[in-house]
C-alpha cells in the first residue's frame, strides 16, 4: 500500500518522508528563525510543510527540489509560486555558489533523504566558506554522529570533517509520528554553523579526508596498522601521538596534525620525483 499525502505518493527511491505534525513544524521553523531580506534555500521542499511557514516570513525563497511532481505542485502552488524561484535539480550536484547573492550568505535548511544525508553533507561542507548557518532534519542517529566527539562510539568520519568544518548543536527532536509516512527511526533537527576560522589548521582537505577515512575504515585496528600505507609508528609517535590508538581516540587536532605529515610527505616525494628526471 502506498502512502499519499495530499494526493502525491511518497516515493522510497527518494527517501521521502512528509513532515505533517504542526507543533513540530513551529519548533523547526522557530529554530531556523527566517528574516526578510536573507538569502534562505530549501534543499527538497517534498510537499511543502517547512516551504509554506518559512516563505510566510519571507519575500522570497529559493527550493531545490529533485522530484518533477512535487516540483510541478509548487510553481502551481496558489500564493507560494509567487515567493519561491524552483530549481529542479539534484541536490548532490548542485553548485549551491551559485546561489551567493552580494551581501547576503546563504542559510540552507531541509527534510533531507535519509537514504543521501551524509553524501550531501560532505557535498555542502565544500560551500560552507559562502554559508551562515544550516539546518537540517536528519536520523537522530546521524545527528548524533555529527556532533560526536572523540571517545564517543557514534565518533566517525562524518563527526571531524563536519566539526572540522561547523559547530553542530541538534535543535529539535523529532518522533516517527511526526511523518507519513512514519519512518522506523528517531529524527532530530541539526544546526550547523561555519567555523569563520577552522578550529585546526590542516594543508590539504584532500590529505585530512583520506587519513580519517583510512583510519575510521578499519576503526578496530589500532592506527600503527590502520594508518602503515600512510605513514610508520616511529613517525605517529614523533608528532605526539600514541601509535596503539584507535581511530575514534583522536582528536580533530591529532587527525590535522596526521594528515599535514602525509601531507608534507607526499610534496617532498613528488619534488625528489622532479629532480631525480
Do not use: W
Amino acid at each position: 500500500m502506498s502512502q499519499k499525502h495530499l494526493g502525491h505518493t511518497a516515493r522510497k527511491r527518494f527517501g521521502q518522508n512528509f513532515l505533517h505534525d504542526q507543533y513540530v513544524i513551529d519548533q523547526i521553523v522557530s529554530a531556523i528563525n527566517p528574516k526578510t531580506g536573507e538569502n534562505l534555500v530549501e534543499i527538497g521542499p517534498g510537499l511543502g510543510a517547512l516551504t509554506e511557514p518559512v516563505a510566510d516570513e519571507l519575500e522570497h525563497l529559493t527550493v531545490v527540489e529533485l522530484d518533477r511532481d512535487l516540483a510541478k505542485r509548487l510553481r502551481e502552488h496558489p500564493f507560494l509560486n509567487k515567493k519561491l524561484t524552483i530549481i529542479e535539480a539534484d541536490a548532490l550536484k548542485f553548485d549551491f555558489a551559485s546561489l551567493v547573492k552580494e551581501d547576503s550568505e546563504l542559510r540552507i535548511f531541509g527534510n533531507l533523504p535519509y537514504n543521501i544525508s551524509t553524501p550531501l553533507m560532505f557535498h555542502l561542507f565544500s560551500f560552507t566558506n559562502k554559508v551562515k548557518d544550516m539546518h537540517f532534519m536528519l536520523q537522530n542517529e546521524v545527528v548524533k554522529r555529527l556532533c560526536a566527539t572523540h571517545g564517543d562510539k557514534l565518533y566517525g568520519r562524518l563527526s571531524v570533517m563536519a566539526q572540522y568544518y561547523c559547530q553542530a548543536t541538534p535543535v529539535v527532536a523529532v518522533p516517527p509520528s511526526a511523518f507519513k509516512p512514519a519512518p522506523k527511526v528517531d529524527s532530530a533537527v541539526v544546526r550547523l554553523i561555519p567555523h569563520t576560522t577552522p578550529p585546526a589548521q590542516v594543508d590539504s582537505i584532500d590529505r585530512l579526508q583520506q587519513v580519517v577515512t583510512t583510519a575510521f575504515n578499519q576503526r578496530r585496528k589500532t592506527i600503527r596498522n590502520s594508518l602503515k600505507d600512510l605513514m610508520n609508528q616511529d613517525e605517529i609517535e614523533a608528532l605526539g601521538i600514541k601509535a596503539d590508538l584507535r581511530a575514534e581516540a583522536l582528536s580533530l587536532q591529532d587527525f590535522a596534525l596526521l594528515a599535514n605529515f602525509v601531507e608534507s610527505k607526499r610534496i617532498e616525494t613528488e619534488n625528489q620525483a622532479k629532480e631525480a628526471k
